[in-house]
């Protein structure tokens, strides 16, 4: 069988266009907060739905339906799920039949049926919706992610509540000749899910290459919000540590004229709005 991404648009959020390609975090956060709608811009939340060989995988898990109970931005809602300065950061919705949970359900796909949520950050855009599908066999995170997550930048970014209470894998990265950090770790033992430490974003970020008879794609998370970052060399605005932005998005640049790459994928590129790539 040929292996399948879905690119999935779970939610849509409005955030500071200074945002886009600025790099830094906390000299950017107050100016995301007070942002008028005027100077948003509008972005996907995508997750990845994988039909491999040996099952369904998901890569993240977008933004949750108590987010946005009508389908639309609920303030509200927002700061009970989130916070206050979240919900003021991302303004973020969730259009009716979109949540992950939605859209498995419209494509016959059951939570319990998913061989494993893999999830690439801790970012409320990654992992609002988990609450959807944790009777997925295996819920996988990298553990330098988790290991950071204590850090009190990322308890002012990220809610420790949407993933905390759900059982999770922490997967350590290892040597492998692969990604900026050349470290990685083979999911299934075969070459052909791999997840790749690409830091910077978030200090513990993973991305997702898939690969199949000599082809691969690669989900690149938040390490780039479009190829337009890496074309520019400019990061993605509320990232960690811009230089180890610089460094992922460098190998993005060099992965992205590999002729054997099928395309990257990320979360927040308008292009790929509920695409299908087949390798």
């Known amino acids: 069988m040929h292996m399948k991404i879905h690119v999935l648009t779970c939610g849509y959020i409005r955030i500071s266009e200074r945002l886009i390609e600025t790099g830094g975090m906390m000299s950017d956060l107050r100016r995301a907060v007070l942002t008028p709608d005027t100077h948003r811009i509008e972005l996907p939340v995508s997750a990845f739905l994988i039909e491999h060989r040996q099952g369904l995988f998901l890569v993240d898990t977008g933004l949750s339906r108590d987010i946005s109970p009508a389908g639309v931005y609920d303030k509200r809602a927002s700061e ?5 300065h979240l919900a003021a950061v991302y303004h973020p919705y969730v259009p009716c039949g979109t949540a992950i949970h939605e859209q498995l359900a419209s494509m016959g796909i059951r939570p319990d049926e998913l061989e494993a949520v893999i999830v690439t950050n801790f970012d409320i855009d990654h992992v609002a919706g988990l609450k959807h599908v944790a009777d997925a066999k295996r819920i996988i995170v990298p553990e330098d992610e988790a290991y950071w997550s204590v850090r009190t930048k990322y308890r002012i970014r990220q809610n420790r509540d949407l993933w905390e209470p759900y059982k999770t894998e ?7 000749p692969s990604g900026p950090m050349r470290k990685a770790v083979d999911l299934l033992g ?3 899910l791999m997840m790749v430490s690409i830091p910077g974003y978030t200090d513990g970020q993973a991305g997702i290459m898939v690969s199949e008879k000599g082809r691969y794609a690669f989900i690149a998370s938040d390490a780039a919000f479009s ?9 993605p605005g509320l990232g960690a540590n811009e230089a180890l932005q610089l460094k992922t998005m460098k190998w993005l640049a060099k992965t992205a004229e590999d002729p054997a790459c099928a395309g990257i994928l990320c979360t927040h590129d308008p292009e790929l709005k509920n695409k299908i790539m087949e390798l």
């Open 170 to 176: 922490r997967i350590f990265f290892r040597g492998y």
């Open 227 to 235: 190829p337009d970052n890496w074309k520019k060399m400019k990061a």
């Open 80 to 84: 009970n799920v989130l916070s206050k």
């Open 190 to 192: 075969d070459g052909s």
